[in-house]
C-alpha cells in the first residue's frame, strides 16, 4: 500500500503501525507518532490497522539549548 510518512511517499506491506516503525529501524527508539493528523499512544501502535493513503508522522525528541 502507498501512504505518507513524514510528507514523503513510501510503499509498504506493514499491516500496522508498529510493524512500520520495525520495518523503518524506529522500532525501538522513543517517538511519537500520529495518523491522519491523531495521535497513537506506544500501547495502541500494535493493534492499529494501516489504510492506503494514511499520513503518518514520526517524531523524535530533540535535545538543545
Sequence with gaps: ?????NGEAHETSAPTLAALLDTLGKGEAKVA???NEAFVPKHQRADHT?????????VAPRQGG
Design 50 to 58: 494501516l489504510q492506503d493513503g494514511d499520513r503518518v508522522e514520526i
Design 1 to 5: 500500500m502507498k501512504i505518507i510518512v
Design 33 to 35: 507518532t500520529s495518523v
